[in-house]
């Protein structure tokens, strides 16, 4: 089966083949994996961009334009360039696991899997899926995601070295993809990538198996 896409988008996976190669230092591979939170950084920052797109373990999703390694080993990445520094998802990597399953690579995806964080304020801020979003005041001192809303805590303006973090604290799967992919961009009453299809590894692997069989000319 082929589809046909407009020149524009054509470019932009171009772009991403270009970044896969600069990743791999030649052509891709199938498939690679890293477990190192150095190396997983070194990896997410050579695709970073807002070409590139995180998809949640709790439905929705975010650009991955930012990323960094705090000394405790947690990876931290943010939408926008500039705002590591007011807001962050915090995860504990454990593995980063690249997969191409077509004759092209507009499918081609990294599936982060992360492990557990303790809970900074529990029973307070933790959702159903496990993402803790609380205020950090500073390094170490935390309030309830309330605080962000209101900007004050306990009668006190939110210090300047405030974030909102967004942490999880169970283990959980985030799929990386370009923003071009059909896996993006294709939408129906049976399939949404908003809808966290990644979460189960047996589903994911049958659609994306299925998304990267359409040569795009």
Request: charged fraction near 30%.
């Amino acid at each position: 089966m082929t589809m046909a896409i407009d020149p524009e988008r054509k470019e932009k996976l171009e772009k991403w083949d270009a970044k896969l190669e600069t990743v791999f230092g030649g052509v891709a591979p199938a498939d690679a994996e890293w477990t190192s939170p150095e190396e997983i950084q070194r990896v997410l920052e050579l695709l970073s961009g807002r070409d590139v797109h995180v998809f949640l373990p709790g439905g929705g999703g975010e650009d991955l334009v930012s990323c960094r390694v705090t000394a405790e080993g947690l990876l931290e990445w943010s939408g926008e360039t500039d705002s590591l520094d007011r807001y962050a998802s915090v995860v504990k990597p454990l593995k980063l696991i690249f997969w191409n399953p077509g004759p092209q690579a507009h499918e081609a995806n990294f599936v982060l899997e992360v492990g557990t964080l303790r809970p900074e304020c529990p029973n307070k801020s933790v959702s159903d899926a496990g993402v803790e979003e609380i205020v950090e005041l500073k390094k170490g001192t935390y309030a309830p995601r309330s605080a962000w809303d209101a900007g004050e805590y306990k009668g006190s303006d939110l210090p300047d070295s405030a974030r909102l973090l967004c942490r999880a604290t169970r283990a959980a799967r985030y799929a990386i993809f370009n923003n071009e992919s059909i896996y993006s961009t294709f939408r129906n009453s049976q399939f949404d990538a908003y809808s966290a299809h990644h979460n189960d590894p047996v589903e994911f692997k049958k659609i994306v198996t299925e998304m990267a069989s359409i040569e795009l000319v």
